[in-house]
């Protein structure tokens, strides 16, 4: 991607990651959500979509976020796919593994807004720190979900 007329920063880098990475969950998480199978499915069903839906709403906000601060988001599932920390979902997992799978994700994805969070709060960057913090605090409570669902 030609990345002309656009403020590249270590924040932006690193929201740019987090598009890569939540582009990458959401469509994860869409093959979960189609392809779950076994006791757990009608429960697993259902919140698999709404974490998919969540996911988008974390991507756009990100994206939204970066064009705000003059950079242009990646926009391809190829550049996502090598930007991301999150890899894209196998074939045939379990339910059990799919979701001991999203909760290493989301665990993954804590730690990196944690830096993030750190880097725009050194950067005086509050309203990206802010942004930051209140996408960790929600996949973090899912993350205690998940773990919960699996008895840890």
């Not at 270590?10 to 998480?29: G, H, P, R």
């Not at 869409?30 to 779950?36: A, D, I």
């Not at 605090?137 to 773990?147: I, R, V």
Request: aromatic fraction near 8%; charge should be negative.
């Amino acid at each position: 991607m030609v990345k002309t007329a656009m403020k590249v920063t270590a924040i932006t880098e690193l929201l740019d990651k987090q598009v890569a990475n939540f582009s990458i969950l959401y469509m994860k998480l869409h093959n979960y959500h189609w392809y779950v199978k076994g006791d757990n499915f009608f429960t697993l069903h259902v919140k698999f979509e709404e974490l998919y839906q969540e996911a988008a709403q974390h991507l756009d906000v990100i994206a939204e976020r970066m064009l705000s601060l003059r950079a242009v988001p990646t926009a391809t599932l190829q550049e996502h796919l090598e930007l991301a920390s999150v890899k894209e979902a196998g074939q045939g997992a379990s339910a059990g593994d799919m979701v001991k799978q999203l909760a290493s994700d989301f665990s993954l994805i804590c730690s990196e807004l944690t830096e993030g969070i750190a880097l725009a709060e050194e950067s005086k960057d509050q309203p990206t720190a802010d942004m930051l913090i209140g996408i960790r605090a929600s996949l973090e409570k899912t993350g205690w979900m998940l773990e919960a669902f699996l008895g840890r």
